[in-house]
């Protein structure tokens, strides 16, 4: 039986009290928790370190994407936090992915997972072509991949319609993790390349990011509660055949 994916919810909070009021009516484990770059604007590493010191594992989602010097140092500040995961843009190429790689691994004690951001979930075939990113989404994600397994990574980031392919590509302990991910009903916002919850995980996402569809919730607490729900019943279904 495989484990059912797990919800990483994106605290996106303006006001860190806010995000504060959430996960303190959560039961440490229930989820993880990810922070980027609004949350760590506004509060830093302390409410990182004081979740970490509780108990939750925290995905600090800031996508360093810089020369590779300045990526490795990023990277050791990362595991000084005790974070579970953190992240760069694969588009920082082979260098900057290795420099991360060569800086966790030269830890003697424990690193985070070190995943790479492939093509964001909110580009379409549109937002490439501005770029200047040859092929279509799913080429630019297989390319990325390969470079982030090139440079020894623990998985990348990337729409639910590429999960499949990545496995295919790296291998199922390879992670998948997928933002833009939207029950049903929930406003697709600026995401472009979107799956729902079941469908991510049907499509071998190992990670489901969440942030809008729970945190504009008249009950966060309840929204959570409901993913975690649907994750383990769809996981559960698909064991089950
Ligand atoms: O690295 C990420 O987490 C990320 C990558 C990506 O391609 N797309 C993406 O949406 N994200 C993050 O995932 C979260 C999605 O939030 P919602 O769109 O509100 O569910 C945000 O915190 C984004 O910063």
Redesign the pocket.
């Known amino acids: 039986m495989n484990p059912a994916p797990s919800l990483?919810v994106?605290l996106?909070y303006d006001d860190p009290a806010a995000a504060r009021r959430l996960v303190d009516t959560l039961p440490v484990g229930r989820c993880r928790l990810?922070v980027?770059?609004?949350l760590f604007t506004r509060a830093g590493p302390a409410l990182i370190e004081e979740w970490t010191r509780a108990g939750w594992e925290v995905?600090l989602?800031l996508?360093f994407h810089d020369i590779p010097n300045t990526v490795a140092g990023a990277c050791r500040a990362a595991a000084d936090l005790g974070v579970w995961m953190v992240?760069v843009h694969a588009l920082g190429g082979p260098a900057m992915l290795a420099a991360a790689r060569a800086a966790l691994d030269a830890r003697s004690g424990p690193a985070p997972l070190l995943?790479a951001?492939?093509?964001?979930?909110?580009?379409d075939q549109a937002t490439l072509d501005a770029i200047g990113l040859r092929g279509t989404p799913a080429d630019a994600v297989a390319r990325l991949t390969g470079l982030a397994t090139a440079a020894g990574l623990d998985g990348v980031?990337?729409?639910g319609e590429e999960a499949a392919a990545v496995r295919d590509q790296a291998g199922a302990g390879f992670r998948r993790?997928t933002?833009?991910?939207?029950p049903a009903d929930a406003a697709r916002?600026?995401?472009r390349r979107v799956l729902t919850p079941a469908g991510a995980i049907q499509a071998g996402a190992t990670d489901l990011?969440?942030?809008?569809?729970?945190?504009e919730a008249a009950d966060p607490a309840q929204a959570v509660e409901t993913l975690v729900s649907e994750i383990q019943l769809t996981a559960a279904a698909m064991d089950a055949g």
């Not at 951001?117 to 580009?123: P, R």
């Not at 933002?179 to 939207?182: A, E, H, L, N, S």
């Not at 990011?209 to 945190?215: A, E, F, K, L, Q």
């Open positions: 990483i994106a996106d990810k980027g770059k609004t995905f989602d996508k992240n995943t951001v492939t093509v964001l979930t909110s580009h980031v990337c729409s993790v933002p833009g991910v939207r916002g600026d995401q990011v969440v942030g809008r569809p729970i945190t």
